[in-house]
Every structure is written in C-alpha cells, then in structure tokens.
T-cell receptor
Framework: DTGVSQDPRHKITKRGQNVTFRCDPI?????LYWYRQTLGQGPEFLTYFQNEAQLEKSRLLSDRFSAERPKGSFSTLEIQRTEQGDSAMYLC??????????????FGPGTRLTVL | AQSVTQLGSHVSVSEGALVLLRCNYSSSVPPYLFWYVQYPNQGLQLLLKYTTGATLVKGINGFEAEFKKSETSFHLTKPSAHMSDAAEYFC????????????FGGGTRLMVKP
C-alpha cells in the first residue's frame, strides 16, 4: 500500500491550453474520486468512478472537463481550453468501497493548477 | 441534501492551550462524519471519523471529536496545542448514499502561538 499518488504536483499553463492530470489510487481500491479545492475553500466533488465506470458528475464539471479510468486502475482528468477560473488544487481520493461508507477516502497530495 | 458549516475560518491559540474547532452539519439521513487535516501544499489526512456506536471518537495526534445528534455538531478538540498542529482542518459529511461523495466545510485555519 503505497498510498495515492498524483502527477504532476504543480502545473502552470497559459489560458486556452489543455492540461491533463493523472491519479494512481491505492491498488485494488475500486472507487476513485476527483475533487477541486480553490484557495481558502474546502474541496468540492467533481466526479467518481467505480472501476472503469464513471458513475456521477458534478454540475461543476463543465464540458471542458473530461475524466477517464480506462482499466479501472489509474485515472486522468483533462481540462480543455483552460480558463483562469480553473486555477485550483485538484485532489484525487481512493476508496475501497468493498464494505460500506464507513471506509475512509484516502487523498493524494493534489495537483496545483495555475492558469495565467 | 447535506451541508457542513465550520464556524471560524481562522482560530488562534497559544501553545499548550485547548483547541476547539467547530463543525455543524445538516443531513437528511444519519451521516458519517470526518475530520481531515491539510498541511501546506499537501493533500488531506484523516484525523478521525464517526460512523456508528460511541459518540466520542478519538483520532491521531491527540485529537478527539464528539458527535451530538441533538445539536447536529461534530466539534474537534485537543487538550493541549502543539506548534505542529498549525494547519487547515476540514470537517466532512458522507451521506451514506450510493456515491458516498464527501461534502466538506469551508475549513478552519489553526494558528498556534509560542
């Protein structure tokens, strides 16, 4: 159990560019969540996967955002045509989901995106 | 729908003093409640959680929290603050629905004075 990892840790991009983030969950955790945290705020739910299926998306996830988990292991979050309002910390969380909601969601270190 | 309110975006205490961070929630069903801590430029680390059973929950680093259903509260306490406790603290609720998505409060930044 090596924990949840995210790559890159920091990303600076210019407005209008596309960016992609990667999350590697704890192995054998079948649920993976993406959250967004803006400065001075708590994390907000974006989307989650059960294995490779994307089961729910927040209204915060505009059409410019897309997430995948092709083999039920790692996940990617892509933002197209970035805007300055996309600047935030993007957090990934891993959840066993095998027993109940009492299981803990384990968070990665996050990817901090700055859009200039 | 559920929501979480953390009273006080900033709390300052002296080293060795009591720490009290407040959290109130609203939920249409009995919730599961969590406290996470976040150090600068890091992800969230679980401090403690309440699911069922004993309403006083002990966590890591000497923190504990008490679930009070009548007050819809889940306040976090620590008897004696250490400098290393300075961080951002988030209260979260899991509504125990199919998705188990966490809803977070706005966070409380704890500052510890020497």
């Amino acid at each position: 159990d090596t924990g949840v990892s995210q790559d890159p840790r920091h990303k600076i991009t210019k407005r209008g560019q596309n960016v992609t983030f990667r999350c590697d969950p704890i192995s054998e955790h079948n649920r993976l969540y993406w959250y967004r945290q803006t400065l001075g705020q708590g994390p907000e739910f974006l989307t989650y996967f059960q294995n490779e299926a994307q089961l729910e998306k927040s209204r915060l996830l505009s059409d410019r955002f897309s997430a995948e988990r092709p083999k039920g292991s790692f996940s990617t979050l892509e933002i197209q045509r970035t805007e300055q309002g996309d600047s935030a910390m993007y957090l990934c969380a891993s959840f066993s989901g095998k027993t109940s909601a009492t299981d803990t969601q384990y968070f990665g270190p996050g990817t901090r995106l700055t859009v200039l | 729908a559920q929501s979480v309110t953390q009273l006080g975006s900033h709390v300052s205490v002296s080293e060795g003093a009591l720490v009290l961070l407040r959290c109130n929630y609203s939920s249409s069903v009995p919730p599961y409640l969590f406290w996470y801590v976040q150090y600068p430029n890091q992800g969230l680390q679980l401090l403690l959680k309440y699911t069922t059973g004993a309403t006083l929950v002990k966590g890591i680093n000497g923190f504990e929290a008490e679930f009070k259903k009548s007050e819809t509260s889940f306040h976090l306490t620590k008897p004696s603050a250490h400098m290393s406790d300075a961080a951002e603290y988030f209260c979260a609720v899991n509504p125990n629905n199919a998705g188990n998505m966490l809803t977070f409060g706005g966070g409380t930044r704890l500052m510890v004075k020497p």
